[in-house]
């Protein structure tokens, strides 16, 4: 069994950054994706970003291509996800989950084995 706990979220005027840290613990393996999704009111999950354990590559949604970035800490058991220049558009709750099987890209949203609570950011001005 796998936990992941978001933090990190917050309010933040449009053109700001926001770093959101999910703590992961429990066992994983080298196998393991982590990755960041975000849900806003009325719209469905979508996925941003994952980073794969096994050799730390990365893969993002083409929307937040050269605005956000995920890495990790391994000493901390912690991924992060760098968010800058926030849109309005960019509002909704932020989960980070854990897929358990090796996959070379981001496995799609509906089969990722673990989720966090989420964690809510807000764009406005």
């Known amino acids: 069994q796998v936990q992941l706990v978001e933090s990190g979220g917050g309010s933040v005027q449009p053109g700001g950054s926001l770093r959101l840290s999910c703590a992961v613990s429990g066992r994983t393996s080298d196998d393991y994706a982590i990755g960041w999704f975000r849900q806003a009111p009325g719209k469905e999950r979508e996925g941003l970003s994952c980073?794969?354990?096994?050799?730390?590559?990365?893969h993002y949604a083409d929307f937040v291509k050269g605005r956000f970035t995920i890495t990790r800490d391994n000493a901390k058991n912690t991924v992060y996800l760098q968010m800058n220049s926030l849109k309005l558009e960019d509002t909704a709750d932020y989960y980070c989950?854990?897929?358990?099987?090796?996959?070379?890209?981001?496995?799609?949203?509906?089969?990722?084995?673990?989720w966090g609570q989420g964690t809510q950011v807000t764009v406005s001005s």
């Open positions: 980073i794969l354990l096994r050799d730390d590559s990365t």
């Open positions: 989950a854990a897929h358990e099987e090796y996959s070379d890209v981001c496995p799609p949203t509906s089969l990722w084995d673990y």
